[in-house]
């Protein structure tokens, strides 16, 4: 994931006041709102320590 990314995704997080922990469609959401593939918002989390919680079908871990 490159910086323009990672800093436009914490831009978004930063608005939703999303600082430890988004639910599973919060991330369905973004991504659809945004232009931005889950998996991108899945790696940011992971690398920021932000948990996402409410799982639809077990695709973030």
Do not use: S, W
């Amino acid at each position: 994931m490159d910086q323009i990314l990672t800093e436009k995704i914490g831009k978004i997080f930063d608005e939703e006041g999303i600082t430890e922990k988004v639910t599973c469609p919060q991330v369905f959401e973004l991504a659809e709102k945004h232009g931005i593939e889950k998996a991108d918002i899945a790696k940011y989390c992971n690398i920021n320590k932000i948990k996402i919680r409410e799982c639809q079908l077990g695709c973030f871990k």
